[in-house]
């Protein structure tokens, strides 16, 4: 929505020129959107060979990808072009670009150090980016599909022993994101989602909680928030005792803040973990939640979202199954989930052993008594 008029914008880059185009509906501003945008294609279809690949990838960015991915892939998205992208293969024309040039990039970008996923991520920026192209008509086939990647070594997550686990709650005890921890650790939301967290969706009498949105990213002074990742990521998430516990403790503490802060207070979203101010809280500051305790501890270092998986393996342990676990993930796919925490920890074999026996054995007794 254009701020200055209120209205909705369609707005497209071609050759370097910026047109606009005004609603009043954000249906109706699509509409106008697609056709700005089929008439473009027209023309750029005659000319690829004359449209260089830096333009097109800038116009892409302002005019197709803004419009259908989050803030923050996006910002990915641009940061790919600008860096990697256009330096490499940005002189050439959408005509001329081949397959070799794309590959050659990408032993370039190898050779410099890059990862191999950040190596894989560059070229999917581009390969979205010609796919459009291509289905446009500007463009006969996407060279981008047509190349060798490194490989990536997934190792899957480490398991989360519950003592350790326990020992992690013992660390954050008495922090004032306490409650986030914990609640991280009992749902396994992304970061986001718990950054996102309104308290309109937080059902303590019930003992749960509804993920309907997501901190996408922060501004100086106000959150951006954004659709859950997946479909499946709308959820509801039961809540454990110790989590209401501490969602109650920390529900006093913040309006303690909030009167404290008076008209400075910030949190307008009325969202659950904010900074003293109420302002949004940044990513950087729930990982120093996590990580300073557990180094006071003596406990191994961390990632935040380490909690995530650290839900799923103890999930998994406490005899949970994959469906389950990724009911509680929001994954789109038990493929997904599967592919990530497959593995079983050596608790869980034992289990799986021991409950074999007893299954046997116990057949065998049965089979025996009914044979005398």
Request: proline share 5%.
């Amino acid at each position: 929505m254009h701020r200055g008029s209120g209205r909705w914008q369609a707005r497209l880059t071609v050759d370097g020129r910026r047109i606009a185009r005004y609603a009043d509906s954000q249906s109706e501003a699509w509409k106008i959107l697609e056709a700005l945008r089929r008439k473009s294609a027209d023309g750029l279809s005659m000319r690829a060979d004359q449209v260089k690949v830096a333009d097109y990838l800038t116009a892409w960015l302002d005019d197709v990808a803004a419009f259908k991915v989050r803030p923050r892939t996006l910002e990915g998205y641009r940061q790919h072009v600008r860096d990697h992208i256009a330096p490499a293969l940005g002189r050439h024309t959408l005509a001329t670009l081949s397959a070799g040039h794309v590959q050659r990039m990408i032993k370039d970008k190898a050779a410099a150090g890059l990862s191999p996923a950040t190596v894989q991520r560059i070229r999917a920026t581009l390969r979205l980016a010609l796919a459009d192209a291509e289905r446009k008509g500007i463009i006969g086939r996407n060279p981008a599909r047509f190349v060798d990647l490194p490989a990536v070594r997934r190792n899957p997550p480490e398991a989360l022993e519950p003592e350790r686990a326990a020992a992690i709650l013992e660390a954050v005890k008495g922090h004032r994101l306490e409650a986030l921890i914990i609640v991280a650790m009992f749902t396994g939301m992304r970061q986001g989602e718990l950054l996102g967290l309104p308290w309109k969706a937080v059902d303590l009498v019930a003992g749960r909680l509804t993920v309907g949105q997501a901190l996408s990213r922060r501004t100086a002074a106000a959150p951006i928030l954004a659709e859950p990742k997946t479909k499946r990521s709308r959820r509801t998430l039961p809540l454990p005792p110790l989590a209401v516990a501490a969602l109650r403790a920390h529900g006093e503490r913040q309006r303690f803040e909030q009167k404290t802060a008076g008209d400075a207070w910030q949190n307008a979203d009325g969202l659950v973990f904010v900074a003293q101010d109420g302002g949004p809280l940044d990513a950087s500051t729930a990982l120093r939640a996590l990580r300073l305790p557990i180094a006071a501890a003596g406990l191994p270092r961390m990632r935040f979202h380490d909690l995530r998986h650290a839900y799923a393996t103890l999930a998994l342990q406490a005899g949970a199954g994959l469906r389950e676990v990724m009911e509680g993930l929001g994954h789109a796919d038990i493929g997904t989930t599967g592919n990530v925490y497959a593995h079983v920890t050596p608790a869980t074999l034992r289990r799986v052993a021991d409950d074999l026996e007893a299954l046997v054995t116990g057949a065998g007794k049965g089979a025996a008594k009914g044979g005398g």
